[in-house]
C-alpha cells in the first residue's frame, strides 16, 4: 500500500458522490457496479464542481452546461449541450463550449485495502 487514507469502504455508495480533498486535490468518490471510482470534482470544460451533478448509468452529467463522462474511465461520452439543465438546440452546443474541444475527465489511482480506500501518488 503506498498511498493516502480518503476514505472507509463503507462510506462510498452507489449513485452518491462522496466528496473529499487531499493534498489539495479535490476528489469525488462513488460505487459503480460495486466498483469504487475516484474522479476530480471539476468538469474539464469550465472548471465549475461535479459534485451536483446527476450520476446515471456509471456516468456523470454536468449540472451547468450537461457534459457527460464515464465515472471509471473518465472517457467524455458528451460535450456541452445544456445550460444549467435546460436542454438547448444542437445548433447553439458549439456556442457553449467557448471554443474547448471535448475533453475527459481526471481519474485518481486508488487502492483498497482492509476496507479503507487509498489514494495513489
Known amino acids: 500500500m503506498g498511498g493516502q487514507f480518503i476514505a ?8 452518491e458522490f462522496l466528496k473529499r480533498e487531499v493534498d489539495g486535490k479535490k476528489v469525488l468518490l462513488t460505487r459503480v457496479n460495486g ?12 472548471g465549475l464542481p461535479l459534485a451536483k451533478g446527476e450520476i446515471c448509468d456509471g456516468a456523470v452529467t454536468c449540472p451547468f452546461h450537461g457534459s ?12 456541452t449541450h445544456s445550460f444549467f439543465g435546460a436542454e438547448l438546440p444542437k ?3 458549439k456556442l457553449i463550449a467557448l471554443g474547448k474541444a471535448p475533453q475527459d475527465l ?6 483498497c485495502v482492509d476496507g479503507a480506500v487509498y489514494l495513489r501518488g
Open 8 to 15: 472507509s469502504l463503507e462510506e462510498v455508495k452507489d449513485g
Open 35 to 46: 466498483q469504487i471510482a475516484a474522479v476530480e470534482n471539476r468538469c474539464p470544460h469550465l
Open 68 to 79: 457527460r463522462f464515464d465515472l471509471l474511465s473518465g472517457e467524455n461520452l458528451d460535450w
Open 91 to 93: 445548433w447553439s452546443h
Open 106 to 111: 481526471h481519474t485518481f489511482d486508488i487502492e
